[in-house]
């Protein structure tokens, strides 16, 4: 069957990030002059502007800042999943991202909980970064 | 008065809003065209005394960044000063500056600034996904609703805000649309309607949502000293400013959008007066949870504390702080913090009726825009 929700579209810019992923890690851009961790990919750093940077393999943990849960069918290829959770996930390293929490019923969620990244591969060329709870909710 | 930053004796002189709710075969242009026709009867002016014209395309304009060139050609003007800006519900605002500063600079001196969208009937695209490239999507993160429910769940979290404080936000915007002939929804509502409408993107329910609707605005910005000689009584602008974050989850603190403060205070700051002088508020509410930070933000009360603010009708006419007096985005209508300039204005002229704030002498208006970014905040006085 064949994938119908989103999926990125891959540039020589974001590549590095989801190459890792195939692989089963979690790389973020950090700038080499300032050293900070930065995301959404971008050309430089927005805090110093250096366009060094190396991508760094993160810990994959961190916990959830907040979270939401979609009843409304935005885009038909999540009717089946409704209701569904996102989450903004707040990385140990710092950096905030969007993703889903795996591994859990929506209504075990609660700001904070500490989570770990999961590899979820969708198609042979995307394996999205999800998260599930550290331990127990 | 003491602007001297954002308020260099410049007034509001004259108003325009076209019917608004679901309007079959209404065009955005046709609307600008008609509201900018009634604005400049409002004021008493002629078309060719209006020499700056300032616009936000709607989200179903197909000229998009050229939409002052179409609406200038439709018109029949010729502005020495133009420009088409699209920072969302921020927009009104930003163009109120821009219309202050061009006058201050004589660059215009006298500047419409006009707004159309048949986002009801031509489709919109509010339920798409964020991020640059839609990339939000890939996590089935749609829709302004889920920027703005992200900002709900941590607030709940951090300060104790309940889905019953947002209800009040809804109740208070419905009983004031109630009072106003011109709003799309005016049934009466309570807390418990609100908490039995259907969950869209938890914690926010159907009715913390603002409608989706076709319309027209548009509001004329002239000196105070040719404002005096025209029909309309003028409302000063006092003070106006925009803050930005145009990082989204860059910025820690994007969920609670700091720079709407920022915007807030810097408004204030330009007009010599805080927050105790405001006897009316029209705060932006795409989401009933935007009432609750702006109050923070506008130093109506601290962070945390305006979930318990807007308990007990405070936010009611007749309660300590009466905010969207016309029904605002909840109730009203959708367009995107422009009638909030008109019924911030209507209210200084003291022309609303049963949902007229007694001896209102100074209002604010705030607007925010696209993934929580742009916030824009204008002081208005009585002249
Ligand atoms: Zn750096």
Redesign the pocket.
Known sequence: MTYAKPLPTIDDDNRPFWEALTHGELRLQR??????H?YPIAPA??????AEHEWTRLSGRGRVFSYVVFHHVYHEAFRPDVPYNVALVQLDEGPFMFSNVVGVPNEALRCDLPVTVVFDRVTEAVTLPRFRPLEDP | MGGHVGAPHVAIVGVGATPQGKLPGATPLGLQVDAFRLALADAGLRKDEVDGLLTMPGTTTPEGARNYLRLGEALGLAPRFTASLSMGGATALVLMQLATQAIAAGAATTVACVFGDTARTGGSRFAAAYGWGDSWGIWGMFAAAANSAMTARRHMHEYGTTSRQLAEVAVACRRHASLNPAAVMREPMTIEDHQASRPVVEPLRLYDCCLISDGGVAFIVTSVERARRLRARPVRVLGVAQAHSPETIGNPEWWYVPHQQTAAEAAYRAAGVGPEAVDVAQLYDNFTISVIVWLEHAGFCKRGEGGAFVEGGRIQLGGALPVNTAGGNLSESYMQGWLHVVEGVRQLRGECGPRQVEDAEVGLVTGRGMTLNCAAAAVLARD
Do not use: F, M, S
């Open positions: 700038c080499l002059a300032c050293g900070h930065r750093c927005p805090r110093c502007l250096a």
